[in-house]
């Protein structure tokens, strides 16, 4: 970030919620959209916060960043068959399976896009409808 610090827009960022600002996980962007306009969210909750609804709320804001930005066309989420929760939060929100990557860190994941603009109106009501 130091080299191009207005990259840090696509970053990741602690994802905090009530009056504390307790931390409950992380979301964020791998980077600028690519020469395609791709971005490719990833998101996290942390285990004792898992099952109230942060991922999905973090799923809803990364899709209305990515709508909001002209150069992005396309997201990508990329997971693990294995994570059905996670399957299960973009469940409803469009994603199209395109296809499978083999991840060092992670091993198999499913890659599923959706168009950017697609999203602006579900993301910003949070509705599930398809």
């Known amino acids: 970030m130091d080299a191009d610090p207005g990259q840090a827009r ?4 602690q994802a905090a919620v009530g009056d504390e600002g307790l931390v409950v996980g992380h979301a964020g962007f791998h980077g600028p959209p690519d020469e395609g306009g791709m971005v490719e969210i990833g998101y996290s909750v942390a285990p004792e ?15 209305r ?9 396309t997201v ?4 693990s068959p294995d994570n059905l929760a996670s399957l299960a939060t973009i469940s409803g929100f469009g994603f199209v399976e395109v296809g499978e990557q083999w ?15 697609r999203n602006q109106d579900r993301a910003a009501t949070g509705s599930r409808a398809s």
């Open 10 to 13: 696509w970053m990741a960022r």
């Open 49 to 63: 916060f898992r099952r109230r609804g942060y991922a999905r709320a973090m799923l809803i804001e990364l899709l």
């Open 65 to 73: 960043r990515a709508a909001a930005e002209p150069a992005v066309t």
């Open 76 to 79: 990508r989420a990329t997971i």
């Open 103 to 117: 991840d060092e860190e992670d091993g198999l994941e499913l890659i599923f896009e959706v168009p950017a603009d």
